[in-house]
Nanobody, 122 residues
Framework: QMQLVESGGGWVEVGDSLRLSCAAS????????MGWFRQAPGKEREFVAA????????YYADSVKGRFTISRDNAKNTVSLEMNSLKPEDTAVYYC???????????????WGQGTQVTVSS
């Protein structure tokens, strides 16, 4: 069993930066590929970024490529999402996710966090 707890969401203005963090419980963190997903009001949850168990491979949605950076610290059981040049369309609840396979892409999310709200105001 793994528990995921996100933090770092908030209200920012267009062009600002924000860093989300996700703390995971458990002793086998590096065996999980980790990802970030988001869900805007009235829309389906969508993929944002993912990182392999080793941290050597990353994937990004086209909409965030070049602006967002995913990273992980396996010693601290954390995964982070650095978000730069934020746009109003980035407004959503952001969810941390864990896949029981350490390689990418994320195929089946085994564990979800509770989500953290990011609001980008124009």
């Amino acid at each position: 069993q793994m528990q995921l707890v996100e933090s770092g969401g908030g209200w920012v203005e267009v062009g600002d930066s924000l860093r989300l963090s996700c703390a995971a419980s458990g002793r086998t963190f590096n065996k999980y590929a980790m990802g970030w997903f988001r869900q805007a009001p009235g829309k389906e949850r969508e993929f944002v970024a993912a990182i392999s168990g080793s941290g050597r491979v990353t994937y990004y949605a086209d909409s965030v490529k070049g602006r967002f950076t995913i990273s992980r610290d396996n010693a601290k059981n954390t995964v982070s999402l650095e978000m730069n040049s934020l746009k109003p369309e980035d407004t959503a609840v952001y969810y941390c996710a864990a896949d029981g396979d350490s390689s990418l892409p994320i195929r089946v999310v085994q564990y979800w966090g509770q989500g953290t709200q990011v609001t980008v105001s124009s």
